[in-house]
């Protein structure tokens, strides 16, 4: 394969934000009393990869659609902040290999996250910041992440990209984008199918 740019998931893909993610979310709905019982870590790991409707449905299905798509946007305001402040476990040796594969191949990030958790990802992590040359959001464009994995490549007009993730869905993005799909084994998910299997991160340097 003569690969030339990689987008990456973010979520189970390159970190786990998790623990702190779980600070923030908790700390919104300690006065929720809709909402009874905490989110677990399982709880979190069960909804990585899906949209803010989607995940309103999910995690509070005893609310309407507004209510809880309004509850999970104010969650994830919150876990910005934490992030900001604790940043999240990056998987082992992701720095070097990022840094290794950017001599190479363009890097890129296309997640399901809402507007500003890519940025706070990267301001905590600073150091891998000039790895990545652009990224996109489902919070940004509103649209579905293959969608957004064929913004990205139209607007940096990619040749041969291949997606990196971790879920059914990166896999399901992945081809609606038309391009090779990386699995993530390491991450959160499972997935029917898949081009390429990572039991790490650092696999990718074997290309």
Not at 8 to 20: E, I, P, R, Y
Not at 179 to 188: C, L, N, V
Request: charged fraction near 30%.
């Amino acid at each position: 394969m003569d690969i030339k740019e990689i987008i990456f998931d973010l979520d189970g893909t390159l970190w786990d934000s998790t623990d702190v993610v779980l600070k923030g979310w908790n700390d919104t709905l300690s006065d929720v009393k809709e909402v009874e019982n905490s989110i677990t870590k399982e709880d979190m790991q069960g909804i990585m990869g899906l949209q803010v409707k989607e995940i309103g449905r999910v995690l509070f299905p005893q609310l309407d659609e507004e209510a809880s798509t309004a509850l999970v946007k104010r969650c994830c305001v919150e876990e910005q902040a934490w992030i900001k402040r604790e940043g999240g476990h990056l998987f082992d040796n992701l720095e070097q290999t990022l840094k290794t594969l950017s001599q190479k191949y363009r890097l890129f990030i296309v997640s399901n996250c809402e507007c500003g958790y890519i940025e706070s990802f990267l301001e905590y992590h600073n150091e891998l910041k000039p790895y990545f040359l652009d990224f996109e959001s489902a919070g940004n464009t509103g649209l579905s992440k293959g969608e957004n994995i064929k913004r990205i490549m139209e607007r940096n007009h990619m040749e041969n990209a291949i997606y990196v993730g971790d879920t059914q869905g990166d896999c399901n993005a992945a081809k609606l984008a038309n391009i090779p799909f990386f699995f993530a084994s390491y991450g959160f998910g499972k997935v029917d199918s898949y081009d390429y299997k990572l039991e790490k991160i650092e696999d990718l340097l074997k290309l």
